[in-house]
């Protein structure tokens, strides 16, 4: 099955400053990707997503790019906030038969900005 | 719009009971996962039900299972309880399922005592 590695584990960042997550995945028939970030006694939220077609996209201060050929996507998070700190996870999905993909989590990337 | 409701939001339990938790989904989802997520093991996928069929399945054992009802609520169960069954458990909604996004609710926190 797919598996998805996830780094770093924990990341500290100067506000205003960049962070950068970064995942690898197995799977070459992946085709969907998508960012979650999750804050404290809360479930997990969409931040933004891509798909296999596509190399970057983008959402203001939030982007994320995709190699296919390498198999791995990057989140990249510009001009950090003091709300930017959360646990974010990376996700991918293995096609198989219409609606029987499943999302497989990376590990998560613990971000602390420091005021 | 509502978002994914889930409940309850806190449980405790014995080994060998058994517990079942329930997702409201986003009015209009047909498709509703279910995800264990522990410090140890991340997040980690149940099942996924569209339609009231289940149509994806994790790899945890037999304990665990669900239903989704007619008005695409859905509920799971797990039997016998152990320790190690203690976790978050996530409901997540999604308009047809496979590549749509998945909305998640805040989860149920289990614990087996």
């Known amino acids: 099955g797919e598996n998805v ?10 506000e ?3 962070a950068v997550i ?4 197995s ?3 992946s085709n969907y990707f998508p960012w979650y970030k999750q804050e404290l006694g809360k479930g997990p939220q969409l931040i933004i997503d891509i798909r296999s077609n596509v190399g970057e996209k983008k959402d203001q201060r939030i982007a994320v790019t995709l190699n296919k050929t390498a198999k791995h996507f990057s989140l ?27 999302l497989t989590f990376g590990t998560g990337t613990r971000l602390t900005i420091i005021p | 719009k509502a978002g994914v409701t889930q409940t309850p939001r806190y449980l405790i339990k014995t080994r060998g009971q058994q517990v079942t ?38 790899n945890f054992p037999g304990r665990f299972s669900g239903r989704q009802f007619s008005n695409s609520r859905s509920e ?20 047809q399922g496979g590549n749509s996004p998945l909305h998640f ?9």
Request: glycine content about 8%; overall charge negative; proline content about 4%.
């Open chain 1, 27 to 29: 799977d070459s028939a």
């Open chain 1, 16 to 18: 205003g400053d960049s």
């Open chain 1, 76 to 102: 990249h998070i510009t001009e950090t906030q003091p709300e930017d700190s959360a646990v974010y996870f990376c996700a991918a999905t293995t096609p198989r038969n219409f609606g029987n993909e499943k």
């Open chain 1, 22 to 25: 970064k995942c690898t995945y």
């Open chain 2, 76 to 95: 799971m169960n797990v039997s016998t309880l152990e320790l190690g069954d203690s976790a978050l458990y996530l409901c997540a909604s999604s308009g």
């Open chain 1, 5 to 14: 590695e996830q780094h770093p584990s924990t990341l500290s960042v100067q």
């Open chain 2, 105 to 113: 609710g805040n989860g149920t926190r289990l614990t087996v005592t």
């Open chain 2, 21 to 58: 938790l329930s997702c409201s989904p986003i009015s209009g989802h047909r498709s509703v996962s279910w995800y264990q997520q522990t410090p140890g093991q991340g997040l980690q996928f149940l099942f996924e039900y569209f339609s009231e069929t289940q149509r994806n399945k994790g």
